[in-house]
């Protein structure tokens, strides 16, 4: 039983830090632009980057895409459940699919 859990655990993490499918982050992208870059996108004025560069003081990228500690899990929690200002994202909006596209966007800079 402990063999067949630890099989397990390193399947899951080999496929937590296995680089991310192209196409996926090819869509992720698409989702990116459509439903994050109105308020996250690096452009100034955007108001959730410009309100994590204020949080952050230049710790770390306030623009997502330049990201390279966000986590699929992580992402997808804050689509689903939203935070502060942040709205949710249900899955009629944002499907499953996408969600798992946008968090492979969102994570391909990543160290693996």
Known sequence: RVGLI???????????FAAPDESAVEKGQKVYQKWCFPCHGSDSGKPATDLLAARDKGARPAA???RTDLSAPLIKMFVRHGVMFMPTFRKTEISDADLDALSAYLTRNNKR
Do not use: H, P, Y
């Not at 630890?6 to 937590?16: D, N």
């Open 64 to 66: 997502l895409e330049e």
């Open 6 to 16: 630890v099989v397990l655990s390193m399947i899951f993490a080999a496929q937590a």
